[in-house]
Structures are given as structure tokens and as C-alpha cells.
């Protein structure tokens, strides 16, 4: 029927399955001008607010929602097209994401109101657009640091795991 396989073979062909795992853990679903267009979501939306007119505030909160949902259609193609399984990182790897996840969704509000609150104490005009300035850069320059340092854990636990 078929030939034995010898070990050279089988172990060939789990290198080459964990290859192709760590090839759809890494791939890149968030490209980095997703992450600086939010920057720029952000800084507009808490502009329109400042400015402080109705009409245009609800302009603002209008145009934010369309172009959020834009920019995320190839971002949520790209990760419709190849998932990883579930588990694929071992037990504890949906913990450690949402602990790092909600560590960075933290820091991001402490930064955002902490430049806040400086800069209105200073009388500084627009505060809030530039402390949303400020966390919209924090979020581009972090946020693709926080994806890839999910995925180093994810290949390395996958590399573990059973």
C-alpha cells in the first residue's frame, strides 16, 4: 500500500508543519498603516469635540465611524483568510493576550490623560486633540510592538505545546 516513513522523513515533515505554522502565526494582519490611520482617527475625533459646535462634533463622530470601518475591510480579510486554530499557542495563550491587550488599552488612557491634564493646566489650547496626538502615536509605534511580541510567544508555545 504505502512505504514506511522512515524518521529522517517524519521528522522533515514536522519541521516543515512547524514552519508553516509560525509562517500563519506571523503573518502580518495589522499593516502599519493601519495603525497610524487610527492615530489620525483618533487626533480628528477628539479635534471635532474641542471645536466645540454641535453639527460639527456630529460630523466628526460620523466620518470616524465610516473610515474606521475602511480601513479595517483588508484587515479583517487578512485575518479571515488564514485563522490559526484554536489552542494553537497552548494552554494560558488567550490569558496572556487579553492581560497584554488590556496592560496596553491602560497605558494608552494613563498617557492620554495624564498629557491631558498637563497640558490644561498649563493653558495650553486644544488639549485634548493634542494628548489624542500623543496617544495616537503611542498606539502606532506600540501597538505593532505588542503584535509581534504575541506572536514570538505563540510560535514559542506552539513549538511546546502537544
Known sequence: ???????????????????????????????????????????????SMEIASGSFFAVGIGLFVIASFV????????????????????????????????????????IGLATGLLLKALAVPYPGTIAAAVVGIAFAIAGPMLVRRDASALVRHSRIAP
Open 1 to 47: 500500500m504505502s512505504d514506511p516513513v522512515t524518521p529522517a522523513e517524519a521528522t522533515r515533515a514536522l519541521g516543515e508543519i512547524d514552519d508553516r505554522s509560525e509562517q500563519v502565526i506571523r503573518r502580518r494582519v495589522f499593516p502599519a498603516w493601519w495603525w497610524w490611520s487610527y492615530a489620525a482617527l483618533f487626533t480628528a475625533l477628539a479635534a
Open 71 to 110: 480601513i479595517d475591510v483588508p484587515v479583517r480579510r487578512a485575518a479571515g483568510t488564514a485563522a490559526p486554530r484554536r489552542g494553537i499557542g497552548g494552554p494560558g495563550t488567550t490569558r496572556r493576550t487579553l492581560i497584554g491587550l488590556a496592560a496596553f488599552v491602560v497605558s494608552l488612557v494613563i
